[in-house]
């Protein structure tokens, strides 16, 4: 193993503890039942991946969708949604580009990894865990709807997110009633 490989491995180590740790500030009912964005799979090699879930059983959509540098999308339904499992597609270059500037434009690596969560938001809200890993810089940062001090940008990245991944295809039967 060379020094590189070594020092990347520790480096992935270090990113699973601290987000285990972060995880485990955002904890609620949802999770108990199995339904909660943390509970979704991390794809590391994404470049941006959004995990929605964490409200109580059956009442939001739970899945990941993952977008990658070549403008492959992977979307992973877990519950409540039009399509449970794995199904791919891909974004044009532009449409990536156009992601990636707002992401940039609101100095996403530069906000709190727990600024948007409040403990003492409703029990309803729901968890969007935003991961962005552009080169071999890496930013988690969670997002509670519930919690008021969220950036406005946050939220329209996760629309944006949303709207360029095509993701209602696989969503649709619950996108309507809770956003």
């Not at 941006?48 to 739970?62: A, I, S």
């Not at 609101?106 to 080169?135: K, N």
């Not at 095509?166 to 956003?179: D, I, N, P």
């Amino acid at each position: 193993m060379t020094t590189t490989e070594s020092r990347a491995g520790l480096k992935a180590i270090a990113v699973a503890v601290a987000l285990s740790a972060t995880i485990g500030c955002a904890h609620n009912k949802a999770s108990d039942a199995g339904q909660g964005a943390e509970q979704l799979a991390i794809t590391p090699d994404s470049l941006v991946q959004m995990r929605r879930g964490g409200c109580p059983p059956y009442t939001c959509p739970v899945y990941s969708v993952s977008i990658y540098l070549d403008g492959t999308v992977v979307y992973d339904g877990q519950a409540n949604v039009a399509v449970v499992g794995r199904r791919t597609a891909k974004v044009s270059a532009d449409r990536l580009n156009e992601l990636l500037s707002q992401i940039e434009a609101m100095d996403f690596l530069d906000s709190s990894e727990q600024c948007c969560v409040c403990p003492d938001a409703a029990d309803g809200a729901h968890l969007v865990i935003l991961d962005y890993r552009p080169g071999s810089t890496y930013k988690t940062v969670l997002h509670d709807d519930a919690c008021r001090s969220a950036p406005p940008a946050l939220s329209a990245i996760e629309r944006s997110i949303d709207q360029v991944t095509g993701v209602e295809r696989w969503t649709r039967r619950l996108v309507a009633s809770k956003r």
